[in-house]
């Protein structure tokens, strides 16, 4: 599992310049493709020695009257559940305020490490500053900078002590092919429940995991045509065949939680609620995780034409970015259109875990520089001179050269069409990364 950093504190200590500067890089690769709103509270977070998510709990108004743990969200109480370590922020500016004594007195009762960050201590005495924090009894006031950058990384790494990264085994079938990790995601009701039942049908089903948590998904064990899958059910719990009581929490974490663990993520978007802030935040999540995706349109039956075609026009406009994966237009409940989604599933799998050999994709890389050089930098070209795959879910492709640091993005976009393009690499972002050589 994903380690997960909860951001906890008053307004204005800093808390979304500090996500800013956790999620920067990746963030600035989504924030300029087009129909992406930037106020994101989700994050992967970057420049550590492992992945982890980042959750910013900021937003909330305090009401002066009914104190701040009054003010914070519902999701953000569920977020410091949720957390593996939380970060508590504080002004070194302004000193201990009656509101950070009441977040510490509610974070003193969480089970998960809680780091306390004295932040805006750039150029001041951190022994001095710090002092005063001891009151919140938290452990030990660590001095940060989130604008400037200082003990930042530090305090990331101390966070993430705890959860050293165990990579997965993959499962295999008795042939020994590895079984797809299929994660079916979305917002609550736009039919993921329905969508798992009209796929497992009369199909045999083992759901081997209870959830313990609301971030803990269901894995279900599916064979469709005699293929295996392991399908991660983010809906809830259910019971089949009988009536039940949906105990369902939606949890973002949880959905991110599953997005990490799949090859595959099949996306279900409501098409009579249109495209929402929460699904483009989820569907940028996916394309920063490097997952293969799968979008499912659903609920399409009922629609008129002209609602369709509004529907149409809202992927266009706010989905753009996920021009890499194939949509389907489903309706769940009357099990239409699944086997040409799950046709998909198994195109986006194969494209993900595609072989791509050094010649061809040095040969690639040659006739697309003879297409378009990359654009001059500073007054210096770029040159790249070959290609090797550098990993899988998602494809990666290495680029040696020199004055590699002066490819700009739109160049790098470029590359990637390319050797999806030519690869036929259907529903898997791709990575194209640079090394410098001499
Ligand atoms: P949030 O409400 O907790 O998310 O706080 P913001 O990240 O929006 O920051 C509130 C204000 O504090 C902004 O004006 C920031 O520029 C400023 N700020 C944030 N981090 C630092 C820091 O490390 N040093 C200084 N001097 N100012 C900071
Ligand atoms: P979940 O919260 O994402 O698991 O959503 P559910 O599967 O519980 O579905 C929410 C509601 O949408 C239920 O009332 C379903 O019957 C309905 N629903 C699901 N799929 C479809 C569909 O394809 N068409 C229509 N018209 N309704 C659907």
Known sequence: MIPTIVLVGRPNVGKSTLFNRLTKTRDALVADLPGL???????????????YLVVDTGGFEPHTDS?????????TLQAIDEADAIIFLVDGRQGVSPQDMEIAN??????????????????MQKAVVSADFHELGLGYPLSISSAHGEGVRDIVELALENFKEVEDEPVTDYTGDRIPKVAIVGRPNVGKSTLVNAL?????????????????????????????????????????????????KFSVIKTIQAIEEA?????????????????????????????ALVVAINKWDGLKEDERDWIKREIDRKLQFLDFAEFHYI?????????????????????????????????VLIDALQQHQPPISKGIRPKLRYAHQGGSNPPIVVI?????????DAYTRFLEKTFRRTFQLSGTPLRVEYKQGH
Request: hydrophobic letters at 35%; proline letters at 3%.
């Open 263 to 291: 090859n595959v993520v099949i996306l279900v978007v409501d098409a009579q609620e249109g495209i929402t802030e929460q699904d483009a935040h989820v569907a940028a999540y996916i394309l920063d995780a490097g997952r």
């Open 67 to 75: 104190g701040i743990l009054k003010a914070m969200a519902k999701q």
């Open 400 to 408: 040696h050269g020199s004055h590699v640091d002066g490819v700009k």
């Open 106 to 123: 509610r974070l003193r009762r969480s089970k998960c490490p809680v780091l306390l960050a004295v932040n805006k201590t750039e150029g």
């Open 37 to 51: 709103t930037r106020d994101r509270h989700y994050g992967r977070g970057i420049g550590a020695s492992q992945p």
């Open 331 to 363: 309706s769940a409940l009357r099990k239409k259109g699944l086997p040409e989604l799950f046709k998909s599933v198994d195109v986006a799998y194969k494209a993900a875990f595609a072989k791509l050999a050094t010649p061809q994709l040095t040969r």
């Open 200 to 248: 497992l049908g009369e199909e045999r089903v083992i759901a081997y995991d209870e959830p313990g948590t609301t971030r803990d998904s269901i894995h279900i064990d599916l064979e469709k045509n005699g293929k295996h899958y392991t399908l991660i059910d983010t809906a809830g719990v259910r019971k089949r065949g009988r009536v039940f009581e949906a105990i369902e």
